[in-house]
């Protein structure tokens, strides 16, 4: 198992799938849980909303397999891609399978729908294609989408939506402050609870 961390303005003691979009309300990654592998990163996220309380939780998340996510910008595994086809009835065209993101977003625009052309199916993706997608791929295996904290270095810290409310566990939670710029001012960091 790997560590990751999440940061909220509520204070919880489980994930819960209902309460989704309601942090900044963002999907472009895919709708899930939102995590990063940086605890600042997460910090910084907790002070989005403007509360005073600013919570960071530590989350155990299955490791990274080839056959459990999907990186936005790398290609998609032979065997996710095989298991996808079965489920949709559908050849998925190599172009959808090039990177993650299209490949998600192929997927959800098929489930409802849209789009005549690949480039239509893998362009954009409404949040009910992105909702759709993200039902099917833990059906797949799929429990984690990836993509990096910063598009100019792929392969520093990742940021990750699970999609599996059932493969991952919070260890703890902290309490912590954000200076004026919304970092997180260290040595804040004051534990709630421990799991």
């Not at 993509?147 to 699970?162: C, F, M, R, T, V």
Request: aromatic letters at 10%; one cysteine or more.
């Amino acid at each position: 198992m790997a560590i990751a961390y999440h940061g909220s303005a509520a204070l919880f003691y489980r994930f819960d799938p209902s309460h989704l979009l309601e942090g900044d309300g963002k999907f472009k990654f895919g709708v899930g849980a939102y995590l990063t592998s940086s605890y600042a990163t997460a910090a910084h996220y907790s002070g989005v909303s403007g509360s005073l309380d600013k919570y960071v939780y530590t989350v155990e998340i299955p490791d990274m397999t080839e056959d459990n996510y999907l990186h936005s910008l790398r290609p998609v595994h032979p065997s996710i891609i095989a298991k996808a086809e079965a489920k949709l009835g559908v050849s998925i065209p190599e172009e959808a399978c090039q990177r993650g993101k299209f490949f998600r977003k192929f997927i959800g625009n098929t489930l409802i729908g849209f789009g005549n052309t690949i480039n239509q199916k893998t362009g954009s993706a409404s949040l009910e294609a992105e909702k759709a997608a993200s039902a099917l791929l833990p059906q797949i295996g799929v429990v984690l989408l990836v993509w990096p904290h910063a598009q100019s270095k792929p392969d520093g810290d990742n940021n990750y939506a699970l999609l599996d409310y059932e493969a991952f566990k919070i260890l703890q939670v902290d309490k912590v402050e954000l200076d004026a710029k919304g970092q997180l001012i260290e040595g804040s960091q004051q534990l709630v609870a421990k799991y």
